[in-house]
């Protein structure tokens, strides 16, 4: 079965800091989706930003990118000028037929 | 376009009852996927409905079943329900076209409570 790990359950950031989320997974499709959502504290889970398998180009949203290494299966979210409204739950997920989720990593952004 | 919708937002109930939940999908979209979420086992995948048919089922009890609609709309039902079913319910809708491309959009949840 296909596992996903977030090994920091806490991370901290001052306000306009860059910050780096680690995520790893386990499988052996090799086409397959990874993304990472935020869930503030009002719980509605937010698409950050997704990520083909097949695509060696990482992936890039405004302040939030991704370092995908596939041969690792790692797959980290760097927030860059990290803002108020970043402070969240993050939960790296991994999709081929079904969605599995990491534990979650609690994003704290001081000022 | 309007998010996906879930209802009701808050439930109490009782072991041994049963609970209906409902959510409403984002408009034009034929998948929802059904995830349960406590802080001791994080994020669970329940099941997936696409075009009225359960397409993925995730590893759960007998007692969590589902359906889809023609509409999309998609309840879930847990049946005598136990203490440990408390948990925050979540509902995400899709295209659903290729299950490996899709991206899912989350509803705000449902958070249920069992005493």
């Known amino acids: 079965a296909q596992t996903v790990t977030q090994s920091q359950p806490e991370m901290s950031v001052q306000e306009a800091e860059t910050v780096t989320l680690s995520c790893t997974y386990d499988t052996s499709e090799s086409d397959y989706y990874l993304f990472w959502y935020k869930q503030p504290p009002s719980r509605q889970m937010i698409l950050v930003i997704r990520q083909e398998a097949y695509k060696q180009q990482n992936a890039t949203e405004n302040r939030f990118s991704v370092n995908f290494q596939k041969a690792a299966k790692s797959f980290s979210l760097k927030i860059s000028d990290s803002q108020l409204g970043d402070a969240a739950m993050y939960f790296c997920a991994y999709k081929d037929n079904d969605m599995r989720f990491g534990a979650g990593t609690r994003l704290t952004v001081k000022p | 376009k309007a998010g996906v919708t879930q209802t009701p937002r808050y439930l109490i109930k009782t072991r041994g009852q049963q609970v209906t939940l409902s959510c409403s999908p984002i408009?034009?979209?034929?998948?929802v996927s059904w995830y349960q979420q406590t802080p001791g086992q994080g994020l669970q995948f329940l099941f997936e409905?696409?075009?009225?048919?359960?397409?993925n089922k995730g590893n759960f009890p007998g007692r969590f079943s589902g359906r889809q609609f023609s509409n999309s709309r998609s309840e879930m039902n847990v049946s005598t329900l136990e203490l440990g079913d408390s948990a925050l319910y979540l509902c995400a809708s899709s295209f659903g076209g290729h299950s490996r491309t899709d991206t899912q959009y989350f509803g705000p949840g449902t958070r249920l409570t069992v005493l």
């Open positions: 409905y696409f075009s009225e048919t359960q397409r």
């Open positions: 408009s034009g979209h034929r998948s």
